[in-house]
């Protein structure tokens, strides 16, 4: 069965806090939280950086969930002009960021960019447990 929810979060700080509850909700309501923290931590990693790196003044970018068996595939979509690649360099031992894609990388399944005619999706895929099967699972 696929399932699939987005919504779309202004161009503040604060929308990465709404990212992560919003992303928390869906996947409770899927009944998928095996991989509730990884998937929590991949959309503050790439909510941040389209914030700081996609998308313009008074635009929006958008956080889509999809659900497709065991796999969850989370994609945030910003309107920037920006080309982006996921070969990010190794972030210099000093700084304090620079890491975020390199954690998504290590945590995801899959990971990669989409190019849109206007802006780009970055996007993860995480294989997951169904309700059905972990709780089948878990009564053995």
């Not at 700080?13 to 869906?26: E, M």
């Not at 313009?56 to 659900?67: I, K």
């Given at each position: 069965?696929?399932?699939?929810?987005?919504?779309?979060?202004?161009?503040?700080?604060?929308?990465?806090?709404?990212a992560?509850?919003f992303?928390?909700?869906?996947?409770?309501?899927?009944?998928?939280?095996?991989?509730?923290?990884?998937?929590?931590?991949?959309?503050?990693?790439?909510?941040?950086?389209?914030?700081?790196?996609?998308?313009?003044?008074?635009r929006?970018?958008?956080?889509?969930?999809?659900?497709?068996?065991?796999?969850i595939?989370?994609?945030?979509r910003?309107?920037?002009?920006?080309?982006?690649?996921i070969?990010?360099?190794?972030?210099?031992?000093?700084?304090?960021?620079?890491?975020?894609?390199?954690?998504?990388?290590?945590?995801?399944?899959?990971?990669?960019?989409?190019?849109?005619?206007?802006?780009?999706?970055?996007?993860?895929?995480?294989?997951?447990v169904?309700?059905?099967e972990?709780?089948?699972?878990?009564?053995?």
């Amino acid at each position: 069965m696929l399932l699939s929810r987005h919504r779309r979060f202004p161009r503040s700080r604060a929308s990465v806090r709404d990212a992560r509850a919003f992303v928390r909700q869906v996947l409770t309501g899927w009944g998928h939280t095996d991989r509730l923290d990884d998937i929590t931590l991949c959309v503050s990693e790439l909510a941040t950086n389209a914030l700081l790196h996609g998308v313009p003044p008074g635009r929006e970018y958008r956080v889509s969930l999809t659900l497709d068996g065991s796999a969850i595939r989370l994609a945030v979509r910003d309107s920037g002009d920006r080309q982006f690649g996921i070969d990010v360099p190794e972030a210099d031992p000093e700084a304090c960021s620079g890491r975020g894609l390199r954690l998504a990388r290590e945590v995801a399944d899959d990971m990669g960019v989409t190019q849109d005619v206007v802006g780009k999706s970055v996007w993860v895929v995480l294989k997951t447990v169904s309700a059905s099967e972990g709780a089948g699972k878990a009564a053995c």
